[in-house]
């Protein structure tokens, strides 16, 4: 069974740090680029990270930059979101997909992905 599964999430308060896992089974992440997404109740999904095929080629919003790390470790098919300084704003459900790409140095926050993970809520409260 293909699918990815994204965990890793719970309540914080503002400041703290949380890091979410993607894994992957029935395929190889090492094939795909993958995106992190967040959804918040009566906004649109937004893309907050991605790491492409190669772990050198990685992307962040701008909101995040500097507090969320994202990393791919091929030997666990899974891969990390890091976040640390989170803030309440940063709360919502947070997502992973994977997209196959020819270029192995690319990554976006496309929304037609190959595969999405379930979500994982985080919630950043005092």
């Known amino acids: 069974q293909l699918q990815l599964v994204a965990s890793g999430g719970g309540l914080v308060q503002p400041g703290g740090s949380l890091r979410l896992s993607c894994a992957a089974s029935?395929?190889?992440?090492?094939?795909?680029?993958i995106t992190w997404f967040r959804q918040v109740p009566g906004k649109e999904r937004e893309g907050v990270s991605c790491?492409?095929?190669?772990?050198?080629?990685?992307k962040y919003a701008d909101s995040v930059k500097g507090r969320f790390t994202v990393s791919k470790d091929n030997a666990k098919n899974t891969v990390y979101l890091q976040m640390n300084s989170l803030q309440p704003e940063d709360t919502g459900v947070y997502s992973c997909?994977?997209?196959?790409?020819?270029?192995?140095?690319?990554?976006?926050?496309?929304?037609?992905?190959?595969?999405w993970g379930k979500g994982t809520l985080v919630t950043v409260s005092s």
């Open positions: 997909a994977a997209v196959r790409l020819s270029n192995t140095y690319y990554c976006d926050y496309r929304t037609d992905m190959d595969y």
């Open positions: 029935g395929f190889s992440l090492a094939d795909f680029a």
């Open positions: 790491v492409a095929r190669s772990s050198r080629y990685t």
